[in-house]
């Protein structure tokens, strides 16, 4: 398949959803550097620079490359960037965010009371980490086989290169690294995450993406006749963006061009308090526990039909049944995927502060017509990939105890404007969309400052009455994370001979 994109030099998870390919098993590893060893560690990025996966399309055909058993991938730090020897007019180049940290950014995140850094995992709590490795398997042993060949390399550089240990697991150990899962029922892999969502459906479409033409129905930009794809500049650097511009990158081009910045956070899900308020307001919500879970997330728990097409019990039996009797897999993921706020202008199917009208408001801010050029002006500058896997298991459906989550990376070509922008106006914030501080149900930072509430919509000429969710206790919390810089295979190279020249 010919990409307009050089996918040999692009990182392979920028473009997959490796969780989605059948990589099921995950393992997320962070490293420091002696900083006065950097030259050591150089040879360190050499000797793990043939595992790195990159982008190239998996089959049998020319351009294409037989699927892995495994794959890996690396991220730095601004502070693993400096500690490998970056020259300081190129280090200067990146953003202030990045050079920050995300434990830094802690206001604009809202990462307080249970998600304040103090509270983090152990690997967050001292010097900033340096390098982040990540590895997926298609099966444990695969995944296993790979660590103990990336623990090799750690070893040849006598310890230039260490593991930041410190990862919380359920009897509060000290994890060497981060384990993650899909999530198996009745022991077969599915796409659930721990409060019970059909999960991973969402993800942008973007130019050069292999099969972008054929996905970009609900997932690209919205525009006046349908969908089309969004620049690809939007999350690689060194290609033109949505406003037909650079993202703002780096010198030289080398370094940035075909690399991204990507977000990565560790959160921790209270499936007992979500269980728990959902029985007591499923029992006088009009439609009941299963259509308000369903209202809080913007689809139905069980199978991912949007709410939007299926707004109430009957309707969803309709969509179920069509559903059921969709011929191939291309029309099913339709049915998922391809979909617009248009018809619930007053929220009365999808709720505004439902979680995914939140992270991706579509066509639905633009009030005035004609006032942009194309309807999803406001919110295709917002998107971001979404990577990374559940982790932990859940043993008591009705107790909080236990360490179990989401791990998500967050890939983009500016941290601030689509990752935090999401985090700080659309989840923790409402205005936007006209509900003041109501935040996004599932994920806002609740009972911060004041009990928290959000409105259940219905339509503007409905005789009933909204429905006020009150006292909404705080169903996420982050345990960790940072901000890193995913580099092409080009910039790793050279990363690694220390060659990074930005005169
Ligand atoms: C524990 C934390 C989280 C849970 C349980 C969760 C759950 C979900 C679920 C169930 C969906 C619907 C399935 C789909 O459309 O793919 C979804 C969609 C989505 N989520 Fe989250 N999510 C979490 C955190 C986040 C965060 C931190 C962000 C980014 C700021 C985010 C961004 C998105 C996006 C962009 C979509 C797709 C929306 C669309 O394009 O329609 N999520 N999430």
Not at 44 to 52: G, H, R
Not at 302 to 312: H, I, K, T
Not at 329 to 346: G, Y
Request: glycine fraction near 10%; charged fraction near 25%; include cysteine.
């Amino acid at each position: 398949m010919i990409s307009k994109l050089d996918l040999t030099d692009i990182q392979g998870n920028l473009i997959r959803a490796y969780g989605r390919a059948s990589f099921q098993y995950a393992r997320y590893v962070f490293f420091r550097v002696d900083g006065a060893r950097g030259a050591e560690a150089r040879e360190f990025i050499k000797a793990i620079t043939k595992y790195i996966t990159t982008s190239v399309t998996w089959g049998m055909g020319t351009d294409e490359v037989e699927k892995p058993l495994a794959t890996t991938n690396i991220a730095f730090t601004y502070d693993g960037l400096e500690a490998l020897g970056l020259p300081r007019a190129s280090l200067f180049g990146f953003p202030p965010e990045f050079a920050m940290g995300m434990k830094n950014r802690k206001d604009i995140l809202g990462d307080d009371g249970p998600s304040a850094p103090e509270r983090w995992d152990k690997v967050w709590q001292g010097d900033p980490v340096h390098i982040f490795i990540s590895i997926n398997g298609q099966s444990r042993d695969a995944l296993e086989q790979r660590y103990a060949e990336i623990m090799r390399c750690v070893a040849d550089s006598q310890d230039a290169v260490c593991i930041v240990a410190g990862h919380r697991g359920d009897d509060n150990d000290s994890l060497d690294y981060q384990d993650a899962s899909v999530i198996f029922e009745n022991g077969k892999a599915c796409s659930k995450e721990h409060f019970g969502y059909t999960d991973a459906i969402g993800d942008p479409v973007f130019e050069g993406m292999p099969d972008a033409e054929a996905r970009k129905d609900g997932r690209g930009k919205q525009v006046a006749n349908g969908w089309e794809v969004l620049a690809a500049g939007e999350f690689i650097l060194g290609h033109l963006d949505e406003a037909r511009e650079y993202p703002a990158a780096p010198e030289p081009f080398l370094l940035s061009r075909n690399g991204s910045f990507m977000v990565y956070r560790k959160l921790h899900q209270n499936v007992g308090a979500f269980n728990k308020y959902l029985e007591q307001e499923g029992a006088t919500y009009p439609g009941g526990k299963d259509m308000l879970a369903a209202k809080f997330v913007g689809r139905w728990r069980d199978n991912g039909a949007p709410l939007v097409d299926a707004p109430d019990h009957a309707a969803k039996q309709v969509w179920d049944a069509k559903y059921a009797a969709a011929a191939t897999d291309e029309a099913k993921d339709r049915m998922l995927s391809n979909f617009t706020f248009d018809d619930d202008q007053d929220g009365g199917k999808c709720p505004f502060s439902a979680h995914l009208r939140r992270v991706n408001p579509r066509a639905s801010l633009q009030t005035e017509s004609g006032a942009f050029d194309t309807p999803g002006a406001l919110a295709n500058r917002r998107r971001v990939l979404r990577r990374g896997l559940p982790y932990g298991t859940v043993e008591h459906p009705h107790s909080d105890s236990g360490e179990h989550g989401i791990i998500i990376m967050m890939v983009s070509a500016s941290i601030s404007r689509q990752f935090e922008f999401v985090q700080q106006q659309w989840i923790n914030y409402g205005n936007d969309f006209r509900v003041g501080n109501d935040k996004d149900i599932i994920l806002g930072n609740h009972g911060s400052r004041h009990p928290s509430k959000a409105v259940i919509q219905v339509a503007a000429a409905s005789d009933s009455a909204p429905y006020f969710l009150r006292n909404i206790p705080r169903f996420v919390e982050t345990r960790g994370g940072d901000y890193f810089f995913m580099p092409s295979m080009t910039a790793l190279r050279l990363i690694a001979l220390g060659l990074i020249d930005p005169t």
